[in-house]
């Protein structure tokens, strides 16, 4: 099993850019979500989804778009990238049966310029 | 958000020493949990409490659900080099969110 995969690793935006994070879970769990995690916050909660074609927001949702296609794929959608964005972002996965004992992916670190 | 104080916000551990860290909310949570980061990689389980009062260990690490259910500690024993890194609490306000604590980072004393 590869677990939570995340793409790209890196990425540098500009201002006003969008671009999609990708991450995919093989490992059959209902539960995927969304945080990104700045210097001395933690990690916050941006969107997350129990199942195939279910999403809800989480703490800091704004700016951010979700959808769940598939059981597999979860991906994040910037619409308009602020430097406000500049982050890195960890995708995760779990049974619902335990939603918080999550799989985090390797993160992608993205800047926006 | 709900909020969740981690302390301390860092510390320098030595080689055999045991140490200790806690996570305190304004709320009441189901469900704490302790995670630990290594540098570039995403957090890692390291131990799930249900129940108030619950004392629960993996290994070196004991953690235990505070009996008012607003509060937790992780205790390291025996630290060794390999348990530095950034250590999360986290509680679960509701069915499926989670806050995160700001983190304690561990590392080795020169």
């Known amino acids: 099993n590869a677990g939570v995969t995340q793409t790209p690793k890196f990425q540098v935006l500009k201002t006003g850019q969008s671009m999609t994070l990708q991450c995919a879970q093989d490992?059959?769990?209902?539960?995927m979500s969304w945080y990104r995690q700045d210097p001395g916050m933690g990690l916050r909660l941006i969107h997350y989804?129990?199942?195939?074609?279910?999403?809800d927001q989480g703490e800091v949702p704004n700016g951010y778009n979700v959808s769940r296609s598939t059981t597999e794929d979860f991906p994040l959608r910037l619409l308009s990238a602020a430097p406000s964005q500049t982050s890195v972002y960890f995708c995760?996965?779990?049974?619902?049966?335990?939603?918080?004992?999550?799989?985090f992916g390797p993160g992608t670190r993205l800047t926006v310029t | 958000g709900q909020q969740l104080n981690q302390s301390p916000q860092s510390m320098f551990i030595q080689e055999g020493e045991d140490v200790s860290m806690n996570c305190t909310s304004s709320?009441?949570?189901?469900?704490w949990l302790w995670y630990k980061q290594d540098p570039g990689e995403g957090p890692v389980l390291l131990i799930a409490?249900?129940?108030?009062?619950e004392l629960t260990s993996n290994g070196r690490l004991t953690a235990q659900f505070g009996i008012t259910r607003k509060d937790s500690f992780l205790n390291i024993s025996a630290s060794i080099p390999s348990d530095v890194g950034i250590y999360f609490c986290?509680?679960?306000?509701?069915?499926?969110?989670?806050?995160f604590g700001a983190g304690t980072t561990v590392t080795v004393r020169a």
């Open positions: 995760a996965s779990s049974y619902l049966v335990r939603p918080h004992e999550q799989y």
């Open positions: 490992m059959n769990h209902e539960y």
């Open positions: 989804s129990v199942g195939a074609g279910i999403t």
């Open positions: 709320s009441i949570f189901n469900t």
């Open positions: 409490l249900y129940k108030a009062g």
């Open positions: 986290a509680g679960q306000p509701n069915d499926y969110k989670l806050s």
